[in-house]
């Protein structure tokens, strides 16, 4: 069965940090770019990070940049995603999702990536 599972998020204040775990099962990810999206109540789900297949190339929104990282261990195929400085506007359910055809990272495009998640919220508050 093909699996694409997320975890890690939860409630954290302004400032904090969490870090974001997807791990693959039924498929293997050394070849596959992985992303990152986001849906924040009320908002469309935009690509937040993706990254290559042999993490040799990384995206990041620019929301995001020099706060959050993401890195990849193809042996445990999973992905992850470190937030740091984590603001209110980073509130939202976070996603993982496989693009299957690419190994590099060819879109922002959530219906772009074939194996998605079910996703894990992330709350930003005081």
């Known amino acids: 069965q093909v699996q694409f599972v997320e975890s890690g998020g939860g409630l954290v204040q302004p400032g904090g940090s969490l870090s974001l775990s997807c791990v693959a099962s039924?498929?293997?990810?050394?070849?596959?770019?992985v992303g990152w999206f986001r849906q924040a109540p009320g908002k469309e789900r935009e690509a937040v990070s993706c990254?290559?297949?042999?993490?040799?190339?990384?995206y990041y929104t620019d929301s995001v940049k020099g706060r959050f990282t993401i890195s990849r261990d193809n042996a445990k195929k999973t992905v992850y995603l470190q937030m740091n400085s984590l603001k209110p506007e980073d509130t939202g359910v976070y996603y993982c999702?496989?693009?299957?055809?690419?190994?590099?990272?060819?879109?922002?495009?959530?219906?772009?990536?074939?194996?998605r998640g079910q996703g894990t919220q992330v709350t930003v508050s005081s």
């Open positions: 990254i290559s297949s042999v993490a040799d190339s990384t």
């Open positions: 999702a496989a693009d299957l055809f690419h190994y590099y990272c060819s879109s922002n495009r959530w219906h772009a990536y074939d194996y």
């Open positions: 039924g498929f293997a990810l050394d070849y596959i770019a």
